[in-house]
Nanobody, 121 residues
């Protein structure tokens, strides 16, 4: 079992940067692949990025790969999502996920509660 707690969300202006954090706890928290998804109001949850347990492999949604960077610090059991040049359409609840790989929700076994990111124009 892995527990995930996200933080770092907030209200920013278009063009600003924000870094989200997700702290994992549990028996295998440092040896699981992790990812970020987001869900905007009225829309389905969509894949943002994923990182392998070692950090050696990453995957991004095409629309975000030029502005977002996923990383992890296994010593802190934490995965990060650095978001640059934010746009109003990035407004969403951002969810941390663990224990899988892929771009679909069902590919991940564990989920955090989410952190709200709001980008004003």
């Amino acid at each position: 079992q892995v527990q995930l707690v996200e933080s770092g969300g907030g209200l920013v202006q278009a063009g600003d940067s924000l870094r989200l954090s997700c702290v994992a706890s549990g028996r295998t928290s440092s040896s699981v692949n992790m990812g970020w998804f987001r869900q905007a109001p009225g829309k389905e949850r969509e894949f943002v990025a994923a990182i392998s347990w070692s950090g050696g492999r990453t995957s991004y949604a095409d629309s975000m790969k030029d502005r977002f960077t996923i990383s992890r610090d296994n010593a802190k059991n934490t995965v990060y999502l650095q978001m640059n040049s934010l746009k109003p359409e990035d407004t969403a609840v951002y969810y941390c996920a663990a224990g899988g790989w892929g771009t679909q929700q069902y590919a991940f076994a564990y989920w955090g509660q989410g952190t709200q990111v709001t980008v004003s124009s």
